[in-house]
């Protein structure tokens, strides 16, 4: 079963930067879409990015594309997510998903319900 642990977050003022990690501890996955999902006070989980190892396709949702980048190192079952020029509408708390299922042919939705999930890591912007 894949377990996962994320890491990275904390406290940033606008316009700085984070990068977050989630890192695989349990069977490792292969062919599996990856996944950055985040869920603010009061607001539903939303996905922000989502990357499919094989071929490295990647998708952003609009509020993030050019400020965040999703990446994977599959020798270290690791995703990252680097975050740049964060601003407050980012504070959220972060969590990565992984799941066998998703990919369309070209990204990997982030509109499934994704198999397995981490703790979550908090991230706060301030202005």
């Known amino acids: 079963q894949v377990q996962l642990v994320e890491s990275g977050g904390g406290s940033v003022q606008a316009g700085g930067s984070l990068r977050l990690s989630c890192t695989n501890s349990?069977?490792?996955?292969?062919?599996?879409?990856l996944a950055w999902f985040r869920q603010a006070p009061g607001k539903e989980r939303e996905g922000v990015a989502s990357?499919?190892?094989?071929?490295?396709?990647?998708y952003y949702v609009h509020s993030v594309k050019g400020r965040f980048t999703i990446s994977h190192d599959n020798a270290k079952q690791t995703v990252y997510l680097q975050m740049d020029n964060l601003k407050p509408d980012d504070t959220a708390m972060y969590y990565c998903?992984?799941?066998?299922?998703?990919?369309?042919?070209?990204?990997?939705?982030?509109?499934?319900?994704?198999?397995?999930w981490g703790q979550g890591t908090q991230v706060i912007v301030s202005s």
């Open positions: 349990g069977d490792a996955y292969s062919y599996h879409c």
């Open positions: 998903a992984v799941d066998p299922g998703g990919y369309t042919g070209h990204y990997c939705s982030l509109g499934i319900s994704y198999a397995y």
């Open positions: 990357i499919y190892p094989p071929g490295l396709s990647t």
